[in-house]
């Protein structure tokens, strides 16, 4: 399977409390993307971090990609109840046919 | 931002019989929409890669006949799955990337359809 891996597979934390999500992948990409999944729902994407990038920052979310450990972290800083929910990552190869790879998933969840 | 729409939310339907998702971009056109398949608390599965005016490129594994793709327009892709069974009971998500971005760029996502088959 081409499916990235994420761990922890779910993570329960204090509101307040940061929350730190890895996520490993298997091919060479383009890029690097999180999205979030409140139950029952779409993906909502929150940032895109570039295979030429380390780290990217966006309001409460900090992302780092290491393309020679085929890795990244998404970091939640100050959570929220309101932070619940699922975060995949998701890679786009190089080359090849378009098409997206998520990983396996996080079920964050935040206690208030 | 770009919205994608999807419809129904839900469907409940009988053993045997087609439902049809379908799944809009609202303020853009999509040349290219994904479709995907989620088991509970599993992760998104590609099911095929839907291209207007062309035929659907399918993951493997997945049946053409069985799951049928239709992208005729640049804001229309809809999925039918013909002659459904409990186990095609599922939750299917459409997306779709803003021209410009590439297919590489930021997905937008619909909500979804809980499909459920007695």
């Known amino acids: 399977s081409q499916q990235g891996e994420e761990d922890p597979q779910a993570l329960s934390i204090q509101e307040g409390e940061n929350a730190t999500m890895n996520c490993s992948y298997k091919?060479?990409?383009?890029?690097l993307q999180w999205y979030r999944q409140n139950s029952g729902r779409g993906l909502v994407h929150l940032i895109l971090i570039r295979s030429n990038e380390r780290e990217k920052h966006s309001g409460r979310l900090r992302v780092t990609l290491d393309t020679s450990k085929k890795s990244s972290s998404l970091l939640i800083t100050a959570s929220r109840a309101a932070d619940t929910a699922s975060y995949f990552c998701a890679t786009a190869r190089t080359s090849g046919t378009y098409k997206y790879i998520f990983g396996t998933g996080t079920r964050l969840k935040v206690l208030a | 931002g770009a919205v994608v729409s999807q419809h129904p939310s839900w469907v409940i339907c009988k053993s045997g019989t087609s439902v049809k998702i379908e799944c809009r971009s609202l303020d853009f056109q999509a040349t290219t929409m994904f479709w995907y398949r989620q088991f509970p608390k599993q992760s998104l599965m590609l099911m095929a890669t839907?291209?207007?005016?062309?035929?659907?490129?399918?993951e493997q594994g997945v049946e053409k006949d069985k799951f049928l793709i239709n992208h005729a327009s640049l804001t229309l892709s809809t999925l039918t799955v013909t002659s459904a069974h409990p186990e095609d009971s599922s939750f299917y998500i459409c997306?779709?990337?803003?021209?410009?971005?590439?297919?590489?760029?930021?997905?937008?996502f619909g909500a979804g359809t809980r499909l459920s088959v007695l």
């Open positions: 839907s291209n207007e005016g062309s035929k659907a490129t399918y």
């Open positions: 091919t060479s990409i383009n890029n």
């Open positions: 997306s779709a990337s803003v021209p410009g971005q590439g297919a590489r760029g930021i997905q937008y």
